[in-house]
C-alpha cells in the first residue's frame, strides 16, 4: 500500500476524514451523519458496492470507504463470482458504472482518491490514504478489462477540456489510474489501444499517454511500444523529449535501442534548442563501450552550439554580464539551455570512462582547423573539470596537441567566451587551472594560447573572477621562470592598457610582485614598473593609491649601496618618469596638452634625485643615461620634459668628454698622446676630438687615490659613461630634430685622442698595469666606434654613408688589435658595457681565454685589418681548421698571432642596433673590383669589405637567434645560478620577435644579393682554376674570408624561416613576403603566386647555390635551409626526393681547403653527422640507403688504404667511420620502429610485405653489429649496444607478433628472418662479454638491459613455435661466454664448468652458424633455451 500510495502521490491533497463513524456504523447498523446526497439509484453495481464497503456521493463530494481497499477488492470478486448470473453479472456490473460515470462530476469523483468513513467520537481504522474507486476496480482482474476499455473510450470526450478549476484534467486522471498495476491482464491490447489513442489526441494528452507507458505497460510489450514511438519521433517533433523520455525507461533490447538512437541522432539538427538537453541526454545514456566513439562523433558533428546562438541577443545581454562584487546576472534561455545540454555531457562523462575517453578521440580526430567547433573547447573543459584525474590530463594533452598545430586557435577561444560567457563561468575552475598549465608549459607553441584564456576571462567574467586572473598572473611573474614571467608580464601590461578601471581595483596584488624581483631580469623589471607606473601615474591616475608606495620603494632603492638594488631603483624611477611626464592630450584644464605645473615639478626632481643618487658610481650613470636613452626612443614624453633632458645633455657631453684640437696633448699618461681616427679634412686645426686617453688615465689615477685615502673627487667623469652619454644625446636629438643629427655629426668624423696602436706590437715589453690600460683604452674605442654606428647608420647622405663604413673598417682593425693585446694580458677584466646586469656577468678567466681554435664551436666575430680587401684570423673552424692558419704566405704570417676568441668577450662591447643592419644594403667589394694598386675601380659606390660584411653578419645571426630560435623554457637548477644569455640583447629585447622578423625581411633582398655574390666568387674561382678548388689563384685568406661569408648568410636565411611564428594565422602576410623576395630572384612578378607555389620558386632558386658551397659546413646549411623552406608550403613530402638527392650529393663529394687538404676535424664531423641524418631521414627507402653504405661504401673503405676514402663515398673514410656508423644505426632503429604493427587479419600479401621489410631491415642489422670485428674501437662497441638493444626491442614488439601469424604461411621468410637475426644475437653477446673481461663501465652499461632483451627474444621464440604447435623444436642447453673473435673467455673455465656448448639455434645450420646464441646472465652456467623448427630446416643452405 506504501508503494501504491507513492505512485499516486500526484493525487495528494484531496483531503481525507477519520473513520470513526464508518466503524461504529458497521458494528452497529447505524447509518452515520450525512454530509451529501448519497446516490439512491438502487443498480446491481451500487448494491455490490455498498456492501463491500464504498458508499457514492453525489456533487462535489468524495467517495466513502468503510474498509480497507484489499478487502473491498476481495468482496467485490468474491460476490461477483458466487453471483448467479456469473458471468453476465459482470457486463452488468460495467453497465452500472458506465451510467454511474455519465455525469462528468460524478465521473471525476471516481476518479480521485475515496476518502474514509468515520462516526463521532471514533477514531477511523482504516488507512487514511486510500485509492480512487476506478483504480480499486481496477485491481480486480475479472473487471480491468472492460474498465479499462471504458476509461479509455471516456478519454476523446475529455481530451480537449483543460485543467477546470485549477485542478488535473480528466484525461491525465483516467492515464493516472493505468499506472503502476499490480497485473494487466492483456497488456498487449492495452498498449495498443494506447497506441491508437496517441495517433488522435492532442498533444497534451500524447505527452501525457507517451510518458506514462513505462509506468503502464509490463516488460513484454516494451519493444514493440519502443518501434511505434520511434516511429512517431519521425514525423513529430513535437513529441521529442516525451518519447525520449520513455524510451530511456524502457527496457529495449540493444540493437532496438542502436536503431532508436540512430533515428534520434538523424533528427538532432531539427530539434528544438529546449529539447536538446534532453535528446544529448538520452543518445549519451544509450552508449555501450563498443559504439561510443562512433555515436560520440556522429554527436559532436550534428550539434551545431553556433547554430543556437543570436548574435544580437548575446550583444545586447552582454552589456548586463556583469554586477560588481556579484555573480553573473541571471543567464538567458539560450544560455540556460545550453547549460543542460553540458550538465548532460558532464553526467555521460563522468559516470561512464568509455564517454570521456570517445569524446576525447573524436575531438583528436578533427585534423582541419576550420573543423574545430565551440563544443570542443566546451567539452574539453567539462572533462578537466571531472574528478578523474586521467580524465583531466586527457584533455590538457588533447587541448595542447590541438593549439600546437594550429588546429584550435585564439578566434575559436574568443568566440566561445563571446557568445557562451555564461555557459563557460561554470567552468571558471577549469579554465584558470588549464590556463596556468598552458602558460606554464615548456613548449613556446602553446603558452600565447594559456594567455588568451586569461585575456578572455579577465574581460568577460565578474570582479571574483578578474580577481583570480590577477592573482594568477602575480603567481607566474613570482616564478622566476623566464618564458613564464614575460608571458604574464605581457598580459598584465596588456590589461592595463584595455581595462585600466578595472586593473585599478588589482593594483595592490600587482605591487606585491615587487618583493619578489631578485629573480627578475631587467628587462622584466622595466616591464614591471612599467604596469604600475601606468597605473599609479597614468594620465587617468585609476591606481593613485599606490603613488606614495612607488616612491618608497624607488627612493629605498635608489639610495641602497648594493648595485644589484640600485640598479633596479634607477630602472623603475625611469619607468616611473616616463608615466608621469608622457605626453598628453588637449584637455579643457590644459588647452595645449602640457603638463600640469606640479606634474612637471615632480617630474623634474625626480630626474634630480636619480642623477643625484647615480653620481657616485660611473656604472649607476650609464646604466641611468642608458635607461634614459630607452625611454626616450620608445616613449613620447612632454615636450618641456624632453626640452629639459636634451639641453641639460647637450652641454654636460660637450663640457665632459669633447675638447678642442690643440697643438700638442700633453699630460702624466702611460702612453703618448695621439690624435687617431679622424675622418674630417686635414685642414682640422681648431676641431674637436673625443678626449678618451687623458680621460681613462685620470679614471684610474683617481680610483687609486680614492682606494689610498678616504676623501671624495668632486666629480669623476669616466669614460664608461662616454658611449651610454652620447647615446642618449643621439637619441635627445633625433627625437628633437626629427631624425635630423647635423647637430651633432661632428662626432662621426672627428678624432679620439688615443695612443700610437704599434703599442700593441709590443705588448711582451709592457707592464701588466700598461697592458691592462691598453685593453682598456681598445675596449673603449670600439665602443665609442659602435655607438657612433649607431647613431649615423641611417643617414642617406653618400659621404655619411661613407664614413659609417669607415667606422665599421675602424672596428674590424681595431677588434684584430684587441685580440692580440687580450692574448698578452691574461687574468684581465674588461670595463663594462652593459650595465643592467651584474658587472661579474660572463667575466672570462684567464684559463678559458686563451683561445683554442680546435675547441671553439662558434666564431662570434671575425675582424678585419683596416683596408676593405683584408681579413683578419678566422675562428670558425667549420671553413678553416688550425691548418689554415699556417700557409707559407709569410706577410700574413707575421699577422695571424695567438689570439683570445672575441665571443668570450661579448658582453663587454656595446649592442649594435637593429637599424645598423641596414648597412648591409650596401654593395661587396671583392677583390674583383679592385685594381691592381688595390684601388676601387667603381668610386661612386658605397662598398661593403668582406671582414666588415662578416662583422655586420655575425651581429644579425646572433640577433636572429636571440630573438627567432625557439628555446624551451627551463627552469633554474637547484643551487645553480643563471647564465644570463640575455646580456648584450637589451634593445632587443624591447622589440617583439615579429618585428625582428619583418626587418629582417626587409633585408632579404640584401641578403640575396651578398649570397650570390658569394656565389658568382666561388663560380669564378671554380672557372679560372678548372674547377679545382686549390688552384693557384686561389688566395687563401680571401677564400676563407668569403666561405665564411657564404655560411653566415645562409645561417641567416635559414634562421629566419625556422621562426615558429610563421606557423601562426596572422604572420602568413609575412611568410609570403619573405618567400616572395626569393622567389622574385628567380621569376619576377613572382610576389602575387600562391603559397605553395612561392615555396617552389624560392626552392628552386636555393638549388641553384648547390654547385658552389666551397665546403661541407656551408653544404649542410645549404640542405637545412632546403629542408626549412620545403615545410612552409604545407607539402614538405614533395621536396623529399630532392633533398636527399642534393644530400647524397653532398656526402658522395670529395671536400678539400683552400690549401688542398681534405676537410677534417670535429666540427667536419659533426656537420657530416646531421646531413647524413638529413639524407638518410629524407630518403624513400631507408633500409636500401644503409644497405647501399654499409654494403657498398664500407667495404671499399675496409679494401682501400689507411688514408683513403671509400670509392663511391669520399666522405666515408676511418676517421669518420664512427659517424657514418652512429648515424645508420640509429635510422635503422628508427626505421623498425615505423614498421606497421601486424594484425591477425592481415592478408597474405600484407604479411610477405612486412616480412620482406623486416628481412631487409635483419640483413641491414647484421652486416653493421659484423663490422665491429673490424672496427672493434670503444665508441663503435658503445653505438652498437645501445642501438642493438632498440632494435632487439622493435623486433620484440613489432616482428616476433608477424611471424606469430605469418610463421605457417611464410615458412621460408620466418627461416631466414630468424637465422640472419640469430646471427647478430650471437655477436651482440660476444660484445657483452668483451665488455665484462675489458671492465669499462661505459659499456658495461648497456649489458643488463640488453641481456635481458637476448633472454626474452629467446622466450619469444619459443612461445611463437608453440603457437604454430612445434615446441618440440626447442630444447635447453649451457651457454659460455665468448669475446669479439669467437674465443671462449677463459675466466669461465676456473669454474669448472667443462659442460658442452649448446647453440639457440635450428640444430642443422651450417657449421659456421652453429656458435652459441649467448644469453647468459653473471653465472656462467646459466641455462637457456633454444629451438628451431625441424621441419624447415633443408632451406638453410
Same mark, same amino acid.
Given at each position: 500500500?506504501? #508503494? ?185 491490447? *492495452? ?15 500524447? #505527452? ?18 519502443? %518501434? ?10 513535437? $513529441? ?39 535528446? /544529448? ?115 590538457? #594533452? ?5 593549439? #600546437? ?74 616564478? &622566476? ?119 612637471? %615639478? ?72 695621439? /690624435? ?69 655629426? &661632428? ?69 684584430? *688589435? ?76 707575421? +699577422? ?36 691592381? +694598386? ?15 660584411? !662578416? ?6 645571426? %646572433?640577433? $636572429? ?231 657498398? &661504401? ?124 640469430? *646471427?647478430?644475437? %650471437? ?33 619469444? !621464440? ?52 652453429? +656458435? ?26
Amino acid at each position: 500500500m506504501l #508503494r501504491k500510495k507513492r505512485r499516486s502521490s500526484v493525487d495528494d491533497g484531496e483531503g481525507a476524514t477519520s473513520t470513526n463513524q464508518a466503524k461504529k456504523s458497521r458494528r452497529t447498523g447505524g447509518q452515520p451523519k450525512k454530509a451529501a446526497p448519497v446516490e439512491t439509484n438502487q443498480s446491481i453495481y451500487i448494491v455490490l458496492l455498498r456492501e463491500a464497503g464504498v458508499t457514492l456521493k453525489q456533487g462535489g463530494a468524495s467517495n466513502e470507504i468503510a474498509v480497507d481497499q484489499v478487502v473491498f477488492q476481495k468482496r467485490i470478486q468474491k460476490q461477483l463470482r458466487q453471483s448467479p448470473s456469473h458471468p453476465a453479472i459482470v457486463q452488468e456490473f460495467i453497465t452500472g458504472l458506465e451510467s454511474h460515470i455519465e455525469d462528468p462530476e460524478t465521473f471525476r469523483n471516481c476518479l480521485l482518491p475515496c476518502v474514509p468513513q468515520l462516526s463521532d467520537g471514533e477514531a477511523s481504522s482504516v488507512s487514511s490514504f486510500q485509492e480512487s474507486l476506478l483504480r480499486m476496480l481496477l485491481g480486480i482482474e475479472m473487471l480491468q478489462t472492460p474498465v479499462i476499455n471504458t476509461l479509455l473510450e471516456k478519454i476523446p470526450e475529455f481530451m480537449l477540456d483543460g485543467t477546470g478549476d485549477g485542478g488535473p484534467s480528466i484525461s491525465h486522471l483516467i492515464i493516472n489510474q493505468l499506472k503502476w498495476l499490480d497485473r494487466v491482464v492483456d497488456s498487449k491490447e *492495452l498498449a495498443d489501444k494506447l497506441m491508437e489513442l496517441v495517433s488522435v489526441a492532442p498533444v497534451d494528452v500524447q #505527452r501525457d499517454i507517451i510518458t506514462s507507458l513505462p509506468e503502464i505497460l509490463e516488460d513484454s510489450q516494451h519493444n514493440d511500444v519502443a %518501434r511505434e514511438l520511434n516511429s512517431l519521433l519521425q514525423t513529430n517533433t513535437q $513529441l521529442t523529449v516525451p518519447i525520449l523520455d520513455a524510451l530511456s525507461s524502457l527496457n529495449l533490447s540493444s540493437s532496438l535501442l542502436a536503431e532508436v538512437r540512430d533515428a534520434v541522432m538523424a533528427t538532432l539538427a531539427a530539434v528544438q534548442l529546449e529539447d536538446l538537453p534532453v535528446v /544529448v541526454k538520452f543518445i549519451l545514456h544509450s552508449v555501450s563501450a563498443s559504439d561510443a566513439y562512433e555515436v560520440v562523433t556522429n554527436l559532436r558533428r550534428k550539434l551545431e552550439l553556433e547554430e543556437c546562438v543570436l548574435p544580437p541577443v548575446l550583444q545586447a545581454s552582454q552589456s548586463r554580464v556583469k554586477n560588481k562584487g556579484a555573480a553573473v546576472s541571471s543567464a538567458t534561455p539560450t544560455a540556460s539551455n545550453i547549460t543542460l545540454i553540458l550538465d548532460g555531457i558532464k553526467s555521460a562523462v563522468r559516470f561512464q570512462k568509455t564517454i570521456s575517453e570517445a569524446w576525447l578521440k573524436a575531438i583528436e580526430s578533427v585534423d582541419e582547423t576550420d573543423d574545430h567547433k565551440v563544443i570542443d573547447v566546451l567539452v574539453l573543459l567539462i572533462l578537466h573539470s571531472t574528478n578523474a584525474n586521467q580524465s583531466r590530463r586527457g584533455a590538457e #594533452r588533447v587541448l595542447k596537441a590541438k593549439v #600546437r598545430n594550429g588546429l584550435i586557435q585564439d578566434a575559436l577561444l574568443q568566440r566561445t567566451f563571446r557568445d557562451y560567457y555564461q555557459v563557460m563561468r561554470g567552468y571558471f575552475s577549469s579554465i584558470l587551472a588549464v590556463a596556468q598549465s598552458l602558460l606554464r608549459s615548456p613548449d613556446p607553441g602553446v603558452v600565447p594560447f594559456g594567455g588568451h584564456m586569461y585575456q578572455q576571462s579577465f574581460t568577460v567574467f565578474d570582479s571574483y573572477c578578474q580577481q583570480e586572473v590577477v592573482g594568477s598572473l602575480v603567481a607566474h611573474v613570482c616564478s &622566476g621562470v623566464g618564458r613564464e614571467v614575460d608571458m604574464a608580464l605581457e598580459l598584465l601590461c596588456g590589461l592595463v592598457t584595455e581595462k585600466p578601471s578595472e586593473m585599478a581595483q588589482y593594483a595592490v596584488f600587482v605591487k606585491g610582485s615587487l618583493d619578489y624581483m631578485d629573480n627578475l631580469t631587467p628587462q622584466q623589471i622595466r616591464r614591471l614598473f612599467h604596469l604600475l607606473s601606468s597605473l599609479a601615474f597614468g594620465q587617468q591616475q585609476q591606481g593613485s593609491h599606490i603613488q606614495d608606495d612607488m616612491h618608497i620603494v624607488i627612493r629605498k632603492q635608489l639610495s641602497s649601496t648594493v648595485p644589484k638594488y640600485k640598479r633596479i631603483g634607477i630602472i623603475g624611477a625611469v619607468m616611473i618618469l616616463g608615466s608621469m611626464g608622457a605626453s598628453r592630450p588637449e584637455t579643457k584644464e590644459s588647452q595645449n596638452g602640457s603638463l600640469p605645473q606640479e606634474t612637471f %615639478r615632480q617630474v623634474t626632481a625626480l630626474l634630480e634625485l636619480v642623477r643625484s643618487s647615480s653620481e657616485s658610481s660611473p656604472e649607476a650613470s650609464a646604466l641611468y643615461y642608458d635607461e634614459l636613452a630607452n625611454l626616450i626612443l620608445n616613449s613620447t614624453l612632454d615636450p618641456e620634459v624632453q626640452e629639459s633632458i636634451a639641453k641639460s645633455v647637450l652641454d654636460d657631453f660637450q663640457d665632459e668628454f669633447v675638447v678642442d684640437l690643440g697643438p700638442e696633448i700633453t699630460g702624466p699618461f702611460p702612453f703618448p698622446a695621439r /690624435v687617431l681616427y679622424n675622418l674630417d679634412d686635414e685642414e682640422s686645426q681648431g676641431h674637436i676630438a673625443i678626449n678618451l686617453l687623458p680621460l681613462l688615465a685620470k679614471d684610474i689615477q683617481n680610483k687609486g687615490d680614492l682606494h689610498s685615502q678616504d676623501k671624495k673627487a668632486d666629480k669623476r667623469v669616466s669614460p664608461l659613461c662616454l658611449s651610454p652619454f652620447f647615446r642618449l644625446l643621439r637619441l635627445c636629438e633625433e627625437k628633437q630634430h626629427h631624425g635630423d643629427l647635423e647637430e651633432i655629426d &661632428g662626432l662621426l668624423g672627428c678624432p679620439l685622442v688615443l695612443t700610437d696602436m704599434d703599442a700593441v706590437e709590443k705588448m711582451d715589453s709592457l707592464s701588466k698595469a700598461e697592458k691592462e690600460f691598453l685593453c682598456t683604452l681598445l675596449f673603449h674605442t670600439i665602443n665609442w666606434f659602435r655607438e657612433v654606428v649607431n647613431a649615423f647608420c641611417k643617414q642617406k647622405e653618400t659621404e655619411m654613408k661613407m664614413k659609417v663604413l669607415t667606422r665599421l673598417q675602424n672596428i674590424t682593425s681595431l677588434q684584430t *688589435l684587441l685580440e692580440r693585446a687580450l692574448a698578452a694580458t691574461p687574468g684581465y677584466v674588461p670595463p663594462v658595457a652593459n650595465f643592467d646586469g651584474e658587472s661579474t656577468d660572463g667575466v672570462i678567466s684567464s684559463s678559458t681565454a686563451l683561445v683554442n681554435k680546435a675547441k671553439k664551436g662558434k666564431k662570434k666575430k671575425a675582424p678585419g685589418k683596416s683596408s676593405s680587401e683584408s681579413s683578419s684570423q678566422l675562428e670558425e673552424t667549420n671553413e678553416a681548421d688550425e691548418t689554415l692558419q699556417e700557409q707559407p704566405e709569410k706577410e700574413q704570417e707575421k +699577422e695571424i698571432r695567438p689570439g683570445v676568441s672575441l665571443g668570450s668577450y661579448r658582453q663587454f662591447f656595446r649592442e649594435l642596433d637593429m637599424e645598423v643592419l641596414s648597412v648591409l644594403q650596401c654593395g661587396l667589394l671583392a677583390r674583383s673590383l679592385l685594381d691592381s +694598386e688595390l684601388h676601387t675601380k667603381v668610386q661612386e659606390q658605397v662598398l661593403l669589405g668582406p671582414a666588415e660584411l !662578416v662583422f655586420l653578419l655575425e651581429d644579425m645571426l %646572433r640577433k $636572429l637567434e636571440f630573438s627567432l630560435a625557439a628555446a624551451p623554457a627551463k627552469r633554474a637548477p637547484f643551487l645553480k645560478g643563471r647564465s644570463n644569455k640575455s646580456v648584450g640583447f637589451s634593445h632587443l629585447q624591447q622589440r617583439s620577435s615579429k618585428d625582428i622578423a619583418n626587418c629582417c625581411i626587409q633585408l632579404l633582398p640584401a641578403i640575396c644579393s651578398h649570397l650570390e655574390d658569394c656565389h658568382n666568387h666561388f663560380q669564378t674561382l671554380l672557372t679560372n682554376n678548372n674547377g679545382v678548388v686549390d688552384g693557384p689563384s686561389t688566395h687563401v685568406q680571401e677564400h676563407q674570408l668569403m666561405s665564411y661569408c657564404y655560411h653566415l648568410l645562409l645561417q641567416v636565411l635559414n634562421t629566419t624561416f625556422c621562426w615558429s611564428g610563421f606557423s601562426l594565422l596572422g604572420q602568413r602576410g609575412l611568410l609570403k613576403k619573405a618567400l616572395g623576395v626569393l622567389a622574385e630572384r628567380l621569376k619576377e612578378q613572382s610576389s602575387d603566386l600562391p603559397l605553395e607555389q612561392l615555396v617552389k620558386c624560392s626552392f628552386e632558386y636555393l638549388l641553384n647555390f648547390r654547385s658552389t658551397v666551397p665546403s661541407l659546413t656551408i653544404a649542410l646549411c645549404l640542405s637545412q635551409l632546403l629542408s626549412s623552406v620545403s615545410e612552409k608550403g604545407g607539402n614538405s613530402a614533395a621536396y623529399r626526393e630532392q633533398i636527399a638527392s642534393i644530400a647524397k650529393c653532398f656526402l658522395t663529394q670529395q671536400w678539400v681547403t683552400a690549401c688542398g687538404e681534405k676537410e677534417r676535424g670535429s666540427k667536419f664531423n659533426e656537420a657530416l653527422q646531421i646531413l647524413l641524418s638529413i639524407y638518410l631521414e629524407h630518403a624513400d627507402d631507408v633500409l636500401k640507403a644503409v644497405e647501399d653504405i654499409a654494403g657498398e &661504401g664500407i667495404p671499399e673503405l675496409l679494401n682501400a688504404s689507411k688514408d683513403e676514402s671509400s670509392a663511391s663515398w669520399p666522405t666515408l673514410n676511418r676517421q669518420t667511420f664512427l659517424v657514418f656508423y652512429k648515424v645508420m644505426m640509429a635510422k635503422l632503429e628508427k626505421a623498425a620502429r615505423k614498421i606497421p604493427a601486424s594484425k591477425m587479419n592481415d592478408n597474405t600479401e600484407t604479411q610477405s610485405h612486412k616480412l620482406l621489410t623486416w628481412n631487409l631491415a635483419v640483413r641491414d642489422f647484421h652486416i653493421l653489429v659484423n663490422l665491429v670485428k673490424v672496427f672493434d674501437s670503444r665508441p663503435v662497441l658503445n653505438v652498437c649496444l645501445k642501438y642493438g638493444r632498440l632494435f632487439l626491442e622493435s623486433f620484440l614488439k613489432l616482428g616476433m607478433p608477424l611471424l606469430d601469424y605469418s610463421f605457417k604461411k611464410h615458412k621460408e621468410d620466418a627461416q631466414n628472418l630468424l637465422k640472419t637475426f640469430q *646471427l647478430s644475437t %650471437r655477436q651482440l653477446h660476444h660484445m657483452c662479454g668483451h665488455s665484462k673481461i675489458h671492465q669499462d663501465t661505459s659499456l658495461t652499461n648497456h649489458v643488463p638491459a640488453l641481456k635481458k632483451s637476448l633472454e626474452l627474444f629467446v622466450y619469444r !621464440v619459443k612461445a611463437m613455435l608453440m603457437l604454430n604447435n612445434c615446441q618440440e623444436a626447442f630444447w635447453m642447453g649451457n651457454l659460455k661466454n665468448r669475446n669479439l673473435k669467437g674465443e671462449e673467455i677463459l675466466s669461465q673455465r676456473s669454474h669448472g664448468s667443462d659442460e658442452e656448448e649448446e647453440d639457440e639455434q635450428r640444430s642443422p645450420l651450417p657449421q659456421e652458424q652453429s +656458435e652459441d646464441e649467448a644469453q647468459e646472465s653473471d653465472s656462467a652456467e646459466n641455462k637457456k633455451i633454444s629451438g628451431e623448427e625441424d621441419d624447415i630446416t633443408d632451406d638453410s643452405e
